[in-house]
């Protein structure tokens, strides 16, 4: 299975992005799609997923600044990113949950800076 990102780049704070993630390869069942984040210094954390039912978790970072969306069929996640502040520049990973297993994507670089 592998998962490749696109959308990361270098915005403004109050920009917007959109981060996009295609799964590809043997896939039996997608439990869940989702993005991470790692930050320098600092360990990876959610910043929100999708389930295959529809069910969508935020970070509380996320609430209300960023959109998660899932599409079952073309195996594929979006993120997409308002209100960004410098605090959400960071490396960007799709993650995937297939049979209990997690896949991670190579990352996208997402700076917010002025």
């Known amino acids: 299975v592998h998962l490749v990102e696109s959308g990361g780049g270098l915005v403004q704070p109050g920009g917007s992005l959109r981060l996009s993630c295609a799964a590809s390869?043997?896939?039996?069942?997608?439990?869940?799609m989702g993005w991470y984040r790692q930050a320098p210094g600092k360990e990876r954390e959610l910043v929100a997923y999708?389930?295959?039912?529809?069910?969508?978790v935020y970070a509380d970072s996320a609430k209300g600044r960023f959109i998660i969306s899932g599409d079952n069929a073309k195996n594929t996640v979006s993120l997409q990113m308002n209100s960004l502040k410098p605090e959400d520049t960071a490396i960007y990973y799709c993650?995937?949950?297939?049979?209990?297993?997690?896949?991670w994507g190579q990352g996208t670089q997402v700076t917010v800076t002025s």
């Open positions: 993650n995937a949950v297939i049979l209990q297993q997690n896949f």
């Open positions: 390869g043997t896939i039996d069942r997608i439990n869940t």
């Open positions: 999708a389930s295959r039912t529809g069910s969508t």
